[in-house]
């Protein structure tokens, strides 16, 4: 009679691989599209892009999210053929699995020690998921031990009866997987991915497909509470010289809002469409600048797009077309040039002036000093800058779902306006 651990044990293992598959699945949504299948508030927590582009992101210029991913679907592999070959064939790929998990057991060790630890990061909050995927591997790790001391055969039942228990875990972690992916993307309403919405010639979303921003749904009831400007910053002097740019509101309104983005990060789509909404309704109290900050290399032509197209009034409407537009890598240059031209710029002109090396250098160089400048100002001890940022007052605001409602934003200006340092 074959001991029920020698069934159950292979089974465990299997399930934990898959379990692994989608963490890394997850990581990598966080990476792309700025969250995976978490609700908003955990995706405040989770976020992990400071730990994505540190030493710790990468293997010999190899993504770790990659290597994860290859790490755990080979795992899973191992353990399926565990199941459905011949018991002669099982113990070779028992050690083979078991190798493999010990190599994934010693990297994920070093990867937390590295979070914890390493100079790069210590003031850096942890990845929760790495730390997720850490202990799924030391999990698995001690399962294999608790299986080599064991070394028990499992069930010599063979085809789909065995199989059926491993197929079944496949099953449902694929639709779980694929129902995270199409929820990063927004195919089902949930974070906006990118370049999914339909626009008119003139820019507006067309009706019925609009993307729905997290901080749009959810209610203030409380704003003394819900709605928090962020600890970690003391108010800010010196911001004027950034405010000579395009804004929303009236020349006379006595609050000053500064939003900081770069125009392919998610959450900076979220974040613009919500102070639109409320520019609509506190346009008298405030005026909203926006700030370009090029996180990201491919981010620098778009910039300089937009510094180009505020030099003939259509910053805003290019900028809604950036966003209603946006992709993971960046629009590419035709693209760019193709939204100059339904905001009403000379298209092959403003091709012209962006491959002008002469004229652009000015520009790319003005871009890169405010930048260097911001970076002084909102950036953290290392120096680093995460975006958006929204200043109120001069006072930055906590970067949460709630702070970045409607109701919090218009709170805070309302608290600006009626406080000494208001205007």
């Known amino acids: 009679m074959v001991k029920k651990s020698a069934v159950w044990l292979p089974r465990i293992i299997f399930g934990f691989a898959l379990l692994g598959v989608f963490l890394v699945t997850e990581m990598y949504l966080e990476e792309t599209f700025g969250r995976g299948c978490f609700s908003p508030d955990a995706a405040n927590e989770l976020t992990c892009d400071d730990v994505f582009e540190s030493g710790a ?24 053929a565990y199941a459905a070959v011949k018991p002669a064939q099982r113990e070779t790929i028992r050690k083979a699995s078991f190798g493999l998990v010990s190599i994934g057991f010693v990297y994920s060790a070093y990867l937390t020690y590295y979070q914890y630890f390493s100079a790069e990061l210590a003031d850096v909050d942890p990845c929760k998921l790495c730390l997720a995927s850490a202990l799924t591997t030391t999990i698995l790790f001690i399962l294999h031990i608790v299986e080599h001391r064991k070394k028990a055969a499992p069930s010599t039942a063979r ?10 875990m496949t099953a449902l972690t694929g639709v779980i997987i694929l129902g995270g992916v199409a929820n990063a993307k927004g195919l089902f309403g949930g974070e906006p991915g990118p370049a999914t919405a339909e626009v008119t010639e003139n820019g507006d979303p067309v009706e019925g497909t609009e993307e729905v921003n997290p901080a749009t749904q959810i209610e203030i009831t409380n704003p003394a509470v819900q709605c928090t400007y962020d600890p970690v910053y003391e108010p800010f002097t010196g911001l004027e010289a950034f405010m000579d740019g395009p804004y929303l509101g009236e020349a006379d309104a006595p609050v000053r809002v500064m939003k900081v983005f770069d125009p392919n990060c998610p959450h900076c789509k979220d974040l613009h469409a919500t102070l639109e909404q409320v520019a609509e309704t506190s346009g008298d109290k405030a005026r909203f600048y926006y700030i370009p900050y090029p996180l990201w290399e ?8 937009l510094r180009m197209a505020a030099g003939q009034g259509k910053f805003f409407p290019m900028l809604d077309l950036m966003f209603a537009r946006q992709q993971p890598q960046g629009l590419t240059l035709d693209q760019v040039i193709e939204i100059a031209s339904e905001v009403g710029i000379d298209g092959p002109g403003f091709r012209a002036q ?20 911001l970076q002084g100002i909102i950036g953290d001890a290392e120096g680093r800058v995460s975006v958006p940022k929204l200043i109120i007052d001069n006072r930055m605001i906590q970067p949460t779902y709630d702070s970045y409602s409607p109701d919090c934003i218009a709170y805070f200006i309302d608290q600006a306006q009626a406080g000494p340092t208001g205007g």
């Open 298 to 305: 491919h981010s620098f032509g778009q910039v300089q797009a």
């Open 159 to 168: 085809g789909t009866v065995s199989l059926k228990p491993y197929i079944i």
């Open 57 to 80: 992101g990468t293997f010999f210029g190899i993504s770790n999210v990659l290597m994860g991913f290859l790490y755990y679907i080979l795992l899973a592999g191992l353990r399926f």
């Open 354 to 373: 962006l491959n002008d090396q002469a004229a652009s250098q000015p520009i790319l160089a003005d871009i890169m000093s405010d930048r260097l400048a």
